[in-house]
Structure formats: structure tokens, C-alpha cells
């Protein structure tokens, strides 16, 4: 029995996109890098999508502390719109709180932040999918 499925997740900035990508299994998440958020990047993350197999791709969810959509949370979403039709592929969303935080611990570059960001992004989600018991 083959239970490969494997993810992207994606961290999404005005600027910056940071992404990571999981394990064949599905089960780990590893930085991928970070891209520029242009016309390009579509072209970029459909090629990534095909070269790594990707079967779903987990979008972090921009909440402030209460729980409500902010403002760059309705651009994600006409991202993920975009990214969906253009890959096929269904995206999940991950409540992305606090993560670009805990990102920047112990850490002086700038460009691995996003792409840390979105590592703990598809870790998250990951490990709703997989408790450890």
C-alpha cells in the first residue's frame, strides 16, 4: 500500500512568499525557500507543485490574537483562488498566529524567516492530521 502524500505550505506575504515542503509521507515539514510575491510566482509554485508531487497545498491563515481576518488575509485568500485554479490542486488552511514569531528566533537573515514561517505553518497542520499519541 503506497500512502504517499505530500504537501506544500505555503506563508504568504504582500512581498515575500515562504515555502516548505513535506516528506513523501506526509508527515514532516522542511523549509523550501522563499520566492517574490510577483507575476511570476504562480508559474513558479505550479512547477514546483509538478516537479514535487505535490497533493495539497496548506495556505497559513492571517488571524490577528481575536480570531478575525486581517487585512492581508482576504489578498491570501485571492491568492489560494488563483493558486487553486491554477494547480487543481484543493488548499487547506492553517491558523498561521504567531508563527512568523516564533520564525524569527535565532535567526539574522530575513529571507529564512518566511520560509521557516511556512515550515511551521505545514508542521501545524501536519500534526492535526498525525497526533502523536
Known sequence: ???RMRYLGIDYGTQKIGYALS???GRVA????VIKNDKNCFNYFFNLIKEKQIN???LGQSLNQAGAPNPIHFQAQNFAKELELKTGLEIAWCDERFTSNEANRGIDRDKEVDARAATLILARYLEHLHPVT
Open 23 to 25: 516528506d513523501e509521507a
Open 30 to 33: 522542511f523549509p523550501g525557500g
Open 56 to 58: 495539497k497545498i496548506v
Open 1 to 3: 500500500m503506497n500512502h
